[in-house]
């Protein structure tokens, strides 16, 4: 796009401009820092001009909205026609209270659902394990059997909502659940909108809650892929995500990087079992982060998109353009909240949504002020919902598509966390792919986690309130408490059900997953059936468990 | 001080997978010359104490973001009382409201570390705890007096001939432009200050105050660990950390607002 002799021209007259006009400036008054740089370490320059992007091709950089390399954004005109869905992550205590939470949430303008399991849910145990001693319905909805799921969508038709659920290591079991839900509500599988997480290898990597050791895990997942490509094709069976990685201490670099190795590896896995990439890879869906870093981090979305797009078309030989789109959630960086003068996290989730929007999110999910101390208030939430629709509806940000594309500050950092990225990726493969790399991906998000907490100590990095401008201030009150006597009422509701159904059935249905499970044969249709029957997800995982054994982690710190 | 060093298990009980802040203050505790046990992901607290004791240690450091920690801390310290062990220390640290800290204090776990803590205080914590508290950084004498003048050499000329004190050195600092005269007597000395430009910051203050004191500076044994106290008094700083000023030595301004309206310099030079 630009002429290299008017580039070199460029080039040079910023030179002696800076010779003259800047270091003049900076001799008599210092600079704010003796160096600027992105959280991934890209130098920032005092300004950028079109000679910092060398000779620009348009078509092969940006493209136009909704065409290859999608750099641009995924729809031709984005959020003109439809703005991205208002998703608010939600999800504590028992069934009943969060469906409370959900139907005030639509109620209040929101788009999409999103729920949070507990933790004894997420890594496959029933609420009457020992191990769920103490963490049920903590940090989501503690879910057993299908009666839990039943009074969870309660009155909510599962047609019209989209549904994220928050959910990796028993995802079929959950998927199962939701599928069998519908049905009794009168609405088949394939109307069914939304997404399980079902990414395996950041749990490993970053979040924790796995189970099952890698192999029989990345079976499950293809599994999912093959199924729903049948029988719930609009549901999108991956979330590979990012925001994990990130919250855990990764660069933005990083971010993209081992998101998309670990995309790259389920693409893989599902060829090598037999799928067609064009069949599944348009329901693979991401999530990533909105962190703080404002110009890198709408690089950062764009650069992701363009390089999903390449290693589609590239390394996967995919047509479909659908396959070549990398369709996005984000969440505000939830890392980012301080617990101190906790009403300033209202500014900071403000920023961290509109990096998002810039960056064309498919969705969005924006945290809430108190988030540091503990679950969110109702006032909390709806704060964060209201901040999305100002963006959305007052401030004319969603009128045109990549408003920020073009400049050269943005498309010089698209570049280079573009070129991080891959370097990551080439070193990921020279490994063997993700599922090898995982202790390497630790490695390195322990690294830039350490140093983050040190930038800050030493005043390098600073967060207001927190090493600077800090005030004594009263902890809020009116914080959320799950309530305690709810692990009791969970357990008692659980031994209902297990009492009140056909334990012939039950037994029947989970020796079948046992042998599916030894099996070739696809998980899911065995599944579905046992949840219909009240086998519980600690019964199912239970099983698996027996036949798949349990991943274990390496220490690395 | 050559003492065997403290050793730490830092552990996560429960199902919890956020483990960031335990890997960093695992890191930061072996910075500071601990050593340290990271237990990993999805201890019970029997397994926590039976590390601890297989692997000998003083301190045991829990970690929960879940909102499980009144279940899972306590019952860490009951079973060390049960193996009637009394010495180890217990901390927590994660997303803790706190009014569940007193809780927590009550069950044997004396300090509770929440978001914003630095991992500096939780180093301090540990090694007061075992070494008492660490001494406290020593203003030795005035190390010199500043006195800001708009002729060096006219001023160097009338301390030399008049007053009777000779000049020893002459010193640019260009980031402070500035060009000092050192004249030391009995144990301290004079420091005369020429601004080398028109805006720097004595010739600002000459501007405002004529010819004059300047600043006065004290000597101490610790500056970094003294910056640290005043901080935590609440002393406005100019300068948060140590930084290198005439002569070889580090130094740092406290602000004015908080000194009575003078200029106080702190340094620490090698002896």
């Keep these: 796009m630009f002429d290299p002799k008017e580039l070199e021209r460029l080039k040079q007259s910023k030179e002696q401009w800076k010779e003259n006009k800047v270091s003049k400036v900076t001799q008599r008054f210092p600079e704010r820092r003796s160096e600027f740089k992105t959280d991934s370490d890209i130098p920032v320059d005092t300004v950028y001009t079109p000679d910092d992007l060398g000779v620009f091709n348009h078509d092969e950089k940006l493209g136009l909205p909704g065409e290859y390399p999608y750099t641009r954004g995924v729809q031709p005109n984005m959020y003109r026609g439809r703005h991205w869905t208002m998703r608010q992550y939600a999800g504590f205590g028992t069934a009943e209270e969060t469906n409370k939470r959900f139907r005030y949430l639509l109620d209040q303008g929101q788009t999409g659902l999103s729920c949070a399991f507990d933790l004894p849910t997420q890594i496959g145990y029933d609420s009457d394990s020992d191990l769920a001693q103490g963490e049920i319905g903590k940090v989501g909805v503690a879910i057993d059997t299908l009666a839990d799921m039943e009074i969870l969508f309660d009155q909510i038709p599962l047609d019209k909502v989209s549904t994220s659920m928050t959910i990796n290591a028993p995802a079929a079991v959950l998927l199962a659940m939701y599928i069998a839900v519908a049905e009794k509500q009168g609405v088949s599988a394939e109307k069914l909108n939304g997404t399980i997480q079902n990414d395996i290898l950041k749990e490993y990597i970053a979040r924790g809650t796995y189970i099952f050791p890698p192999e029989p895990s990345m079976r499950l997942i293809t599994d999912i892929f093959a199924y729903c490509a049948e029988q719930v094709p609009n549901w999108n069976t991956i979330s590979i995500s990012g925001y994990h990685i990130r919250e855990a201490g990764s660069t933005a670099a990083q971010e993209i990087a081992f998101t998309l190795a670990d995309g790259i590896a389920y693409v893989q896995a599902a060829i090598d079992a037999g799928l067609d990439v064009d069949k599944f890879a348009p329901r693979l869906s991401f999530f990533f982060n909105a962190h703080l870093n404002f110009f890198e981090e709408v690089a950062k979305f764009r650069a992701a998109r363009r390089l999903w797009a390449k290693i589609m078309k590239e390394r996967f030989g995919a047509k479909n353009p659908k396959s070549l789109m990398l369709r996005f959630h984000t969440q505000t960086a939830g890392s980012t909240l301080t617990a101190q003068q906790p009403d300033v996290n209202i500014m900071r989730v403000a920023y961290q949504a509109l990096m998002a929007v810039l960056g064309g999110t498919q969705s969005l999910h924006t945290n809430s002020r108190d988030e540091a101390l503990a679950l969110p208030s109702e006032e909390s939430v709806l704060i964060a919902l209201r901040t999305q629709q100002v963006i959305g509806y007052e401030i004319g940000v969603a009128d045109t598509v990549d408003p920020l594309g073009g400049s050269y500050h943005v498309e010089y950092l698209t570049d280079e966390l573009e070129k991080k990225a891959m370097e990551y990726i080439s070193k990921i493969d020279d490994m063997g792919g993700a599922p090898n790399a995982i202790e390497f991906m630790q490695r390195e998000i322990q690294a830039s986690a350490y140093k983050y907490q040190q930038d800050i100590e030493s005043e390098e990095r600073i967060v207001v309130g927190v090493n600077k401008f800090i005030m004594k201030q009263e902890p809020p009150k009116d914080l959320l408490r799950v309530d305690p006597a709810l692990g009791e009422s969970q357990k008692a509701k659980l031994k209902h059900v297990k009492e009140n159904r056909d334990h012939a059935r039950v037994h029947e249905a989970l020796e079948r997953i046992r042998v599916t499970a030894q099996s070739n044969e696809n998980l899911m249709p065995v599944i579905i059936e046992a949840v219909k029957e009240y086998a519980s997800l600690g019964e199912i995982c239970g099983v698996l468990r027996d036949v798949y054994g349990e991943y274990r982690q390496q220490i690395i710190f | ?271």
């Design chain 2, 1 to 271: 001080m050559n003492r065997k060093p403290i050793r730490v298990v830092v552990a996560k009980p429960g199902l919890d997978g956020h483990d960031r802040g335990a890997k960093v203050i695992a890191q930061a505790l072996r910075d500071a010359g601990m050593e340290v046990i990271y237990t990993g992901l999805r201890q019970t607290p029997d397994q926590i104490v039976e590390v601890a004791i297989q692997e000998d240690v003083q301190v045991i450091a829990l970690s929960s973001l879940s909102g499980a920690h009144l279940h899972l801390f306590p019952p860490v310290v009951q079973k060390l009382r049960e193996q009637n062990i009394h010495d180890v220390l217990v901390l927590g640290g994660g997303v803790i409201p706190d009014e569940d800290i007193p809780v927590l204090q009550d069950a044997g776990i004396p300090a509770i570390f929440t978001p914003g803590a630095s991992t500096k205080d939780v180093v301090r914590y540990i090694q007061e705890h075992f070494y008492g508290p660490q001494e406290k950084p020593k203003v030795q004498k005035i190390d010199h007096i500043g006195i800001a003048v708009k002729d060096l050499q006219q001023a160097i000329d009338f301390y030399e001939n008049v007053i009777g004190i000779k000049c020893t050195m002459i010193e640019e600092v260009p980031d402070q432009k500035v060009k000092v005269a050192f004249l030391p007597t009995g144990d301290s000395e004079v420091e005369l200050l020429e601004s080398t430009d028109p805006d720097g910051p004595v010739a600002k203050f000459i501007a405002k105050n004529g010819e004059g004191m300047h600043h006065i500076a004290y000597r101490v044994d610790n500056l970094e660990a003294k910056l640290e106290e005043l901080k935590r008094a609440g002393v406005p700083l100019i300068d948060q950390k140590p930084r290198r000023g005439a002569g070889g030595a580090m130094i740092a301004f406290l602000h004015p607002k908080g000194t009575f309206g003078h200029l106080v310099e702190l340094c620490q030079r090698e002896d």
